[in-house]
């Protein structure tokens, strides 16, 4: 007898599936034991047994036709069904290198099948092997510029670009976010946006993160000793953006920490950032690394603050120093109340967790104002200044009047003219 397709635990005799059945879906064997087998001429042949770990009937997913064999149960099992719509939309998720790898993979299948079939006569090629699809032009894209990205770290070509990040209660810099660019030798200066993403898929980040680590680390030393802090006054810092692929890497906090003696600088003056979604991906992993970072003195910020699903237990047993807002809820503030209430819920969040708030993508005056009157303490945007080259950093700390220069050292409320519009983002 088929059992209903809900039926996952299955005693010894049950008939699976039946050749010559439609099929639209695959079996998980979790325990237990399949055979498979056809009937000819009234004599039923076992073609194969299937066990626990195994996948049975994929065939239909590949085909949606009828079932070539039968399948039945010879040790009590449990199975889960896997549906075409499950299997295309993991397919579809997945990236386009592995999705044409997969195809390719299919279609040799169903070769093989087909010339089983038709007593080993070679079939002609498959349809989307004779016509490139999407998939292909996406993952010869995506491969050039793998490749790309790697003599690029080989060869030098990505630059430091720093953002000032301001006390919003008085506008003097507190320190600099460490961004990538990228200088394309025919491609000219590229944004983030264009290679951060196939970075982290391949890997590649772990070397970017390594190589921005350090020009950031080298960058807040020499922006250290223009600056001159007084001692006891807060802490200027520069931050980095780490990915979870750093975290992932054994030694990542030696090397943070190596970084940081052979620069010279104190580990109070760099900050890690630290998307709230790759938090929440593994809190714990994730906690222990950067609880390594934090015991020597190195900050921790969560990075785009609000578009992720924190839990409060989570946030407190994580070792954070500060919470950046993202931009979004920035932008909506004026005219939308539900992010202005957004903004000031992190606020006090923050303040219950003892830290404090930057806000991120302050391109206006009232939103700069709004967020001070909030209780933000800090502010990062193209108000205060845009993403600049190492050079104008020093000389956006020099040009800071004398008597401020000695931290907190002020960032003009009109950036010099050199700073305005300069920069792309
Ligand atoms: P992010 O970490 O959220 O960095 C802030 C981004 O917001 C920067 O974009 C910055 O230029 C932009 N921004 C700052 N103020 C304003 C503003 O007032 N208005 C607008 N519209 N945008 C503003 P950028 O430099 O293009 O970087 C984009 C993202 O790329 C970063 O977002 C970060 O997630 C990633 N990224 C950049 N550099 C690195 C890096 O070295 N490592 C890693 N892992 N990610 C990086
Ligand atoms: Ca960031
Ligand atoms: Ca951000």
């Known amino acids: 007898m088929t059992p209903p397709l809900e039926s996952l635990f299955l005693p010894v005799g049950t008939t699976l599936f039946a050749e010559g059945d439609a099929g639209d879906r695959a079996y998980l064997i979790a325990a237990g034991e399949v055979d498979i087998l056809i009937e000819r001429d009234g004599r039923e042949i076992v073609l194969a047994h299937r066990g626990t770990g195994e996948i049975i009937g994929e065939m239909a997913l590949l085909d949606r036709g009828p079932r070539s064999a039968s399948a039945r149960v010879t040790r009590a099992a449990e199975v889960i069904a896997v549906s075409q719509r499950q299997l295309e939309q993991r397919i579809a998720e997945t990236d386009p290198i592995l999705r044409l790898c997969l195809s390719v993979v299919i279609a040799r299948y169903r070769d093989t099948l087909a010339m089983a079939r038709s007593g080993f006569a070679v079939p002609p090629p498959a349809a989307e092997m004779r016509t490139p699809g999407g998939d292909f032009h996406a993952a010869v894209a995506m491969l050039t510029l793998e490749r790309q990205i790697e003599e690029g770290l080989d060869r030098g070509e990505f630059v430091l670009f720093l953002q000032p990040i301001v006390r919003l209660a008085d506008r003097s810099l507190a320190g600099f976010e460490a961004l990538a660019r990228w200088q394309h030798p025919t491609r000219g200066l590229m944004p983030p946006s264009e290679f951060i993403s196939v970075a982290e898929s391949s890997g590649l980040i772990v070397r970017l993160t390594a190589w921005i680590l350090r020009e950031a680390v080298s960058a807040a030393r020499r922006l250290l000793d223009v600056l001159r802090p007084e001692p006891g006054v807060e802490t200027f810092f520069v931050s980095v953006n780490v990915s979870g692929h750093d975290l992932h890497q054994p030694g990542f906090a030696d090397i943070v920490m190596a970084t940081l003696r052979d620069a010279g600088l104190p580990p109070e003056h760099l900050k890690l950032e630290v998307t709230e979604s790759m938090l929440m991906k593994d809190p714990s992993r994730a906690g222990g690394v950067l609880e390594s970072c934090r015991i020597q003195g190195v900050g921790v910020a969560v990075d785009d603050f609000g578009t992720g699903y924190s839990s409060l237990s989570h946030l407190s047993t994580l070792p954070i120093t500060t919470l950046k807002i993202d931009r979004s809820f920035v932008k909506a503030m004026a005219d939308d109340l539900t992010s202005r209430k957004i903004v000031n819920t992190v606020r006090l969040l923050a303040r219950e ?28 945007g193209y108000l205060f200044g845009r993403p600049m080259p190492l050079g104008d950093a020093l000389a956006l700390a020099a040009v800071a009047p004398p008597e401020v220069r000695a931290m907190p050292s002020r960032c003009p409320k009109n950036p010099p003219s050199f700073l305005a519009g300069a920069y792309s983002p």
């Open 353 to 380: 967790l003892g830290i404090p708030v930057v806000a991120e993508g302050i391109e206006r005056e009232g939103e700069a104002q709004a967020l001070d009157e909030l209780g933000c303490e800090y502010g990062q």
